[in-house]
């Protein structure tokens, strides 16, 4: 069975810090990987979404990377700001295709 | 539409009650899925709708629940006889095809409260 992990549990920053949030998945024969974002009382917002033939996606300040052999995953963020304060989930796409596994998210708050 | 949307956005119900949960998916995707966000429990899988048929049901946890799509368009989530621990944010995401490289679009979910 999948299991997706992700460290820290939560995180506080002052503002301008660059960040990295991790994320491990215990089977690598996944598909792809997606960063998502949700706000309180959110849905979800997809952020990066890296193929498994991949190694990174870039979206403005957010970089992600994927290391599919050792079942890990970082989304770096530059120069944080407070609008960035969210819980962030990392998910794995697995190879039914249908399924996405989560991992319990980083709740991140950046002070300005 | 312009993205996916759930109805309602919170539902408080006494124990033993039924209820219903809405998604309308982004108009033109064909699959559909089901997930539930609990505290203690992350976010976890309920069931993968292809246009009407659901070939992918094993997240359900019991009997009491189930889920239908009519005209590979709005699906229904039905909890029969609520118990507390049904209590969750439930989340409705779509995809046009299912299935990889398709990125899964979520609505805002249906907040369940069972007292």
């Known amino acids: 069975k999948q299991e997706v992990t992700q460290i820290p549990a939560a995180l506080s920053v002052p503002e301008g810090e660059n960040l990295v949030l991790n994320c491990s998945f215990t089977d690598s024969a996944i598909y792809n990987l997606q960063w998502f974002r949700q706000d309180p009382g959110k849905g979800l917002t997809s952020l990066l979404l890296?193929?498994?033939?991949?190694r990174e996606q870039t979206s403005g300040r957010l970089n992600a990377s994927l290391d599919k052999s050792s079942g890990r995953s970082t989304l770096y963020i530059a120069a944080s700001q407070p609008g960035d304060s969210a819980t962030y989930l990392c998910a794995v796409l697995e190879t039914s295709g249908s399924r996405l596994t989560f991992g319990e998210g980083t709740q991140l708050t950046v002070n300005p | 539409g312009a993205g996916v949307s759930q109805s309602p956005s919170n539902k408080v119900t006494e124990k033993g009650k039924d209820v219903e949960l809405r998604c309308d998916p982004i108009?033109?995707?064909?699959?559909l899925y089901w997930y539930r966000q609990s505290l203690g429990q992350g976010l976890e899988f309920l069931i993968y709708?292809?246009?009407?048929?659901?070939?992918?049901k094993s997240g359900l946890p019991s009997d009491r629940f189930s889920a239908e799509r009519t005209g590979g368009s709005v699906s229904t989530l039905t909890i029969q006889r609520t118990q507390q621990e049904d209590s969750a944010v439930y989340l409705c995401?779509?995809?046009?095809?299912?299935?990889?490289?398709?990125?899964?679009?979520f609505g805002p979910g249906t907040r369940l409260t069972v007292l």
């Open positions: 108009s033109g995707h064909t699959a």
């Open positions: 995401a779509s995809s046009l095809a299912g299935g990889p490289p398709d990125t899964q679009y």
């Open positions: 709708f292809q246009g009407n048929s659901a070939p992918d």
């Open positions: 890296i193929q498994s033939s991949q």
